[in-house]
């Protein structure tokens, strides 16, 4: 089930509000649960019982890690719990990408290849494995206080609203909220104006830059005006779909009374790469830094091991993402280059670029970067790589130009400007009065719902991480 739909927006979500509100109190958990697994299960409904069964051996290894006495047996049990999320991950997200690079030597060498399968990956595995792994370092650490009811977990392990796509949650941040939050109509309120800007951002922005960025990716031989236009549509097709994602699980969350971090700060506005991990995918930033680049030693080990933990969490956290090269070689740009602003003095300074160079710089240095984020393989994006400096030409192909629409030339401006500029005062000002807020949203949730009727089926970016 996705949530720019009419199935989800007109029928799900009402009917589990519905249900949550007439519910008790100490009961809510339930409902939150049995929501999420109907969610999950409504993709395959065979891969609720892998999400309970993960939820299930985490939380004893939790209980396990507070119940022994000594430190070997404590750390023993967390050793089981996080080798154990990991393994349910690198099965079913990496043994093919394993596997076939296995194979590809073999071949090259000589030899048979291998006879393997391939594996389906569960939607959502990437965010909840991640999800476990940090509660259960959290109780280790002492860091959060244990779940009183194992419905609390479960229902927080599963939570639909974020479960496919972020914000990555921690249930330290969480715990307080199960025992006690606060519903109002006010918090509702705000929660459906998440939701509704949310959905426009992913619907009427990221869904009409789609078809623009995969025409260009496909094209065989992109001149440099195409091989830019389809890197920026992708740029900022990326941003709408995931930040709408994120902003739509917020707006669900405050809806049941829970408050979930926000996940981006205006990203492309950042006047250095290290800026940009501060402002995009905040969750995941703060994920890596907290268990991964802190513990491999942060910068307490002196200049070229902080610049390796750098390079290194970047690398891990691009392998993250998905079981292909390319990711990893996304992953090692983004930490070479914030290894190479750390060196010029980056964590004294707000940026190490020029101060005009600054903004126009990062911005080219990531747009770069998702271009081999977005390829299939490496070398499609060479192919890329090669128009956008020119090798395959400037003139535009009629093959590509009668295709590009107005439309979204149009939306690829929006989008622009709604990136990079800031509101006008008088806009401000005349937005904080409720009325109005209240009908651009009305006349904005009209237009997505016209748009989702005229649409196909276009699932979130990141569903596939």
């Keep these: 089930m996705v949530f720019s739909t009419h199935l989800f927006v007109f029928l799900f979500v009402p009917a589990f509000l519905a249900l949550y509100y007439l519910t008790p109190n100490r009961h809510k958990s339930y409902v939150i649960c049995a929501a999420s697994y109907a969610f999950y299960g409504w ?38 719990g996080v080798v154990f999320d990991l393994l349910v991950l690198a099965y079913f997200k990496y043994a093919v990408f394993i596997a076939s690079n296995v194979d590809a030597f073999l071949i090259l060498a000589g030899q048979d290849g291998l006879d393997f399968f391939d594996v389906l990956l569960p939607i959502g595995i990437s965010f909840h494995t991640f999800q476990s792994i940090s509660f259960l370092i959290d109780i280790y650490r002492k860091d959060a206080q244990p779940p009183k009811r194992f419905i609390d977990f479960l229902a927080f392990s599963a939570m639909f609203p974020q479960l496919i796509a972020g914000p990555v949650l921690r249930y330290k941040d969480l715990a307080h909220q199960f025992q006690n939050r606060v519903h109002s109509l006010d918090r509702f ?27 260009i990716f496909s094209a065989s031989t992109p001149g440099f005006w195409e ?100 990711f990893i070689v996304w992953g090692f740009w983004h930490g070479g280059l914030m290894a190479l602003e750390r060196a010029l003095g980056a964590k004294n300074k707000s940026t190490v670029w020029p101060p005009y160079l600054a903004l126009p710089l990062t911005f080219f240095l990531v747009v770069i970067g998702w271009v081999v984020f977005r390829s299939p393989s490496l070398s499609d994006s060479f192919v890329v790589y090669a128009g956008m400096f020119g090798l395959n030409g400037f003139a535009i192909s009629p093959e590509l130009s009668w295709q590009i629409r107005s439309s979204e030339i149009t939306m690829l401006l929006l989008a622009a400007t709604i990136c990079f500029l800031p509101i006008p005062s008088p806009i401000s000002t005349i937005w904080r009065a409720p009325f109005f807020r209240a009908a ?23 569903f596939q991480f």
């Design 440 to 462: 651009t949203y009305l006349a904005l949730f009209t237009i997505v719902t016209i748009k989702m009727s005229a649409q196909t089926y276009s699932p979130f970016l990141y």
């Design 189 to 215: 309120g705000k929660g459906m104006f998440r939701f509704v800007q949310g959905l426009a951002m992913k619907v009427l922005i990221a869904d009409t830059l789609a078809p623009l960025a995969d025409l």
């Design 43 to 80: 993709w395959r409904v065979e891969y609720v019982a892998l999400i309970f069964g993960v939820s299930l051996l985490t939380y004893v290894a939790s209980q396990l890690t507070l119940s022994l006495r000594t430190e070997r047996g404590r750390r023993l049990a967390l050793i089981f």
């Design 227 to 326: 091989a830019w236009l389809g890197a920026l549509a992708y740029t900022f097709q990326l941003f709408f779909d995931f930040a709408g994602y994120s902003a739509m699980a917020i707006g669900l969350g405050l809806m049941i009374g829970f408050d979930f971090p926000e996940n981006f700060n205006r990203p492309y506005i950042s006047r250095s790469i290290t800026e940009f991990w501060k402002r995009w995918h905040i969750t995941l930033s703060s994920w890596l830094r907290d268990y991964l680049y802190i513990p491999l030693g942060g910068n307490r080990a002196g200049r070229w091991k902080t610049y390796r933990n750098i390079v290194l969490t970047m690398v891990l956290g691009g392998f993250w993402h998905g079981a292909n090269w390319t």
